[in-house]
């Protein structure tokens, strides 16, 4: 009984690092993997099944890790929509990048968008000239939502890509 008890401690404080370390390093990193991403995930994924489970490598041992690791984020999910504070904390507010045809570039910088991705959004939603953005967000799930003047409103989904180019150049 011990040693359940000893992966269910273990899987409880694995999952809760990695909320904070996903939250430190930004969440927003998992809107859309690329190659670097997945690699970086399923080695991270196997670098903490031991200190998940331990010396229990049974089949018991990796289900009830399973198991716990569902559980906390059933919990989790539950906490953030009833507790507000908790809310804060999980989830990142939504940002504006460009507000009546100015693009924020210190916002940009800050969560790690070039000048070039923005203006890629902007043309997944058949946008032409930053001056048209009424408003671009960078949403809670890592995608990039553009209001343009226009009276009729177009539908797309803009699905973040990671570009690390810098914002040197964009204006």
């Known amino acids: 009984m011990e040693i359940y008890l000893n992966v269910i401690v273990r899987c409880v404080a694995v999952y ?6 996903i939250r430190v390093f930004g969440k927003k990193e998992l809107s859309q993997l690329n190659t670097v991403d997945v690699i970086l995930i399923l080695l991270i994924s196997n670098a ?3 200190a998940m489970v331990g010396d229990d490598t049974s089949l018991g041992g990796g ?6 690791l569902f559980l906390v984020n059933f919990f989790i999910k539950r906490m953030v929509l ?5 809310q ?5 507010k939504p940002q504006v ?15 790690g968008i070039s000048a070039d991705e923005l203006y890629e959004a902007m043309r997944e939603h058949g946008v032409e000239h930053i001056k048209d953005v009424k408003l671009a967000m960078f949403e809670e799930d890592g995608n990039i939502s553009i209001i343009s003047g226009e009276s009729v409103l177009k ?5 973040r890509k990671h570009n690390h180019k810098n914002l040197q150049g964009a204006n």
Do not use: T
Not at 63 to 68: N, R, S
């Open 63 to 68: 289900l009830l890790a399973a198991l716990v």
């Open 97 to 111: 990048l460009v507000h009546k045809g100015k693009p924020d570039f210190d916002m940009l910088s800050k969560i």
């Open 48 to 50: 903490v099944q031991n």
């Open 16 to 21: 809760l690092f990695m909320l904070i370390a």
């Open 82 to 86: 009833k507790n507000k504070f908790f």
């Open 88 to 92: 804060k904390i999980v989830e990142q």
């Open 155 to 159: 539908h797309s989904v803009y699905k």
